[in-house]
């Protein structure tokens, strides 16, 4: 069964937790009928913490990257001291 963008946007606002009461009563209801969208909602959770997760870890990708490139030039050489200056024990 193919999902329409209207179920999808239903079932993003109950998981994100932004549907209006009304609405989200609606969708609890439709939850108990149809077992079919239980599935579909774990699915869509399962697909969020997915996005989630690898928007993480090429943040920290990236994070590295500026990282390297910070601590290891010799042309951020001033910006490094500072930073280690900063940091010192006093």
Known sequence: MRTSLNEIKEIDDHVLKQAAPDEALLFEAQL???P????????????LSLVQQYGRNNLRAEIEAVHQ?????????????????LFRKR
């Open 32 to 34: 108990i009928i149809n």
């Open 36 to 47: 079919e969208l239980k599935y579909q909602v774990l699915w869509h959770k399962q697909t």
């Open 69 to 85: 490139k910070l601590f290891s030039q010799p042309e951020h050489e001033g910006f490094r001291q500072k930073i280690m200056r």
